[in-house]
């Protein structure tokens, strides 16, 4: 219901920029720009664990790491929290675009196989959420970026492979360490969902990368039920901040650039 008013209020009053509030677009071409920048290494490491987050030392060599598409800060914070608490659906097209950036460098599997498969598999959201939000806004732009990665020739589905066992508590104003335990078995793997087959990558996708904690027991959970996924997508990540000052996260300089 309130993803059809936003649609009929998009039809009736004149858009504006989430970003800066440019009158005839949902993102303007400036705001938009954000999240096109320099991809963001938010959580290498074989369980993306959120103490080895943004640590370059051996990422190359990896199988296993975590990407964003851009830093949570600026046009690009703003682009997302309208899309995620204000009912702003039409940014799907772009936030979903964003998020196939990053899934297409998540995982070194891609690279070494060119003519493979993708199975993008949303991080899920709580029915809590979902009835707030009035969808689930993570699966929404799963589904945009498989469209987009198709479309660029790499054939993508989106898979409902976890589901929540428990929601836990709010994580906005916690650390590191309690977000892992606050994640701790919060999802499973559902074991209705079809598993991928022999050519198809897995890929974890989710729209925000904080500590790494969600990412990993996302990871965790899919493995516990066979599956093997071979990286984690974002849109955007956190900037990581030490115990005095802001630390910057390190970017993935030499990923080739998507070309979707």
Not at 11 to 23: D, E, S, T, Y
Not at 83 to 98: C, I, M, N, P
Request: aromatic share 2%; with cysteine.
């Amino acid at each position: 219901m309130r993803e059809a008013l936003a649609i009929l209020a998009d039809l009736v009053l004149p858009r504006a920029c989430a970003g800066c509030g440019l009158p005839g677009y949902a993102a303007c071409a400036r705001c938009a720009a954000a999240l096109t920048g320099p991809l963001v290494l938010a959580a290498p490491g074989p369980t993306a664990s959120p103490g080895r987050r943004g640590h370059v030392a051996g990422a190359s060599s990896s199988p296993f790491r975590t990407v964003a598409a851009a830093r949570f800060e600026g046009a690009a914070r703003a682009l997302l929290i309208a899309y995620k608490e204000r009912g702003r659906v039409d940014l799907a097209r772009v936030l979903g675009g964003a998020l196939a950036r990053a899934v297409a460098v998540a995982g070194r599997d891609l690279h070494r196989r060119p003519r493979a498969d993708v199975v993008l598999v949303p991080v899920p959201t709580t029915a809590a959420a979902r009835r707030r939000r009035g969808l689930d806004h993570v699966a929404r732009l799963a589904a945009v970026a498989a469209r987009v990665l198709t479309r660029s020739g790499r054939r993508a589905r989106v898979s409902g492979a976890l589901r929540v066992r428990r929601a836990g508590v709010d994580q906005a104003d916690l650390g590191a360490a309690d977000r892992r335990r606050n994640r701790s078995g919060a999802f499973t793997a559902h074991p209705g969902a079809r598993p991928p087959c022999r050519h198809e990558i897995v890929i974890v996708v989710d729209d925000i990368i904080t500590t790494g904690a969600t990412a990993a027991e996302a990871i965790r959970a899919l493995r516990a039920g066979g599956w093997a996924p071979s990286g984690a997508a974002a849109i955007a990540a956190t900037p990581l901040r030490s115990a005095g000052a802001p630390t910057r996260r390190a970017t993935l300089r030499d990923c080739p650039p998507y070309s979707g």
